[in-house]
């Protein structure tokens, strides 16, 4: 199993950055990919970005140039810049890791979420 425990999250004015964090404990050796996903209210969950144990990054288009995704030298920690935040990036950012153990089915984890409100 795999806990992720996420911060970072809180108020920031239009124009603004944050940075998000979420560590992983448990079995991380087979983690294979971490990111966040986000979701606002009414809408579907939708992906912000992701990467790999390789160092593969994948961005949504909405936020694509604006928000960077790394991760530490031990690849249990990432980390999400966010910069030039608007209000439509106001929603709760979920913390996710996907495991592809060599013995044992792959399985999805998600952190507890993690909100961003962009106002002025």
């Known amino acids: 199993q795999v806990q992720l425990v996420e911060s970072g999250g809180g108020l920031v004015q239009p124009g603004g950055s944050l940075r998000l964090s979420c560590a992983a404990s448990g079995n991380t050796f087979s983690i294979v990919a971490m990111g966040w996903y986000r979701q606002a209210p009414g809408s579907q969950r939708e992906l912000v970005a992701t990467?790999?144990?390789?160092?593969?990054?994948n961005y949504g288009d909405s936020v694509k140039g604006r928000f960077t995704i790394s991760r530490d030298n031990g690849k249990n920690t990432v980390y999400l810049q966010m910069n030039i935040l608007n209000p439509e990036d106001t929603a709760v950012y979920y913390c996710?890791?996907?495991?592809?153990?060599?013995?044992?089915?792959?399985?999805?984890?998600w952190g507890q979420g993690n909100p961003v409100t962009v106002s002025s």
């Open positions: 996710h890791a996907h495991r592809e153990p060599d013995w044992g089915p792959d399985r999805d984890y």
């Open positions: 990467i790999t144990s390789g160092d593969v990054t």
